[in-house]
């Protein structure tokens, strides 16, 4: 088993930027696949980003690809989310997600690959 507590967001302007933090406890951190999801109002969870076990391979969805970068520190149990040239339409529910020993053919882009979900934190993006 293992909690995820993300951090991190707020209110930022449309082209600022925002680093997101999603701390991990309770297991081995680096047996662990990382994913981040959003979640705005009215809509289903969108894959954001995943990343690996080693951290050694990344996926982003097509519509933050060259803008924000997903990235883990193992010694630390966190994964991050750094979010650049952020637009209004940015605006959500950002949520970390875990797959304990997960295959080499998982799907990072889908909520049903992963075992573990933080409560979310909200950021806001303002034109």
């Known amino acids: 088993q293992v909690q995820l507590v993300e951090s991190g967001g707020g209110l930022v302007q449309a082209g600022g930027s925002l680093r997101l933090s999603c701390a991990a406890s309770?297991?081995?951190?680096?047996?662990?696949?990382m994913g981040w999801f959003r979640q705005a109002p009215g809509r289903a969870h969108e894959f954001v980003a995943g990343?690996?076990?080693?951290?050694?391979?990344?996926k982003y969805a097509d519509s933050v690809k060259g803008r924000f970068t997903i990235s883990r520190e193992n010694a630390k149990s966190t994964v991050y989310l750094e979010m650049n040239s952020l637009k209004p339409e940015d605006t959500a529910v950002y949520t970390c997600?875990?797959?304990?020993?997960?295959?080499?053919?998982?799907?990072?882009?889908?909520?049903?690959?992963?075992?573990?979900w933080g409560q979310g934190t909200q950021v806001t993006v303002s034109s």
């Open positions: 990343i690996s076990l080693s951290g050694s391979s990344t």
């Open positions: 997600a875990a797959k304990a020993n997960p295959s080499r053919l998982m799907t990072y882009a889908s909520p049903l690959s992963y075992d573990y």
């Open positions: 309770g297991r081995t951190f680096s047996d662990y696949a």
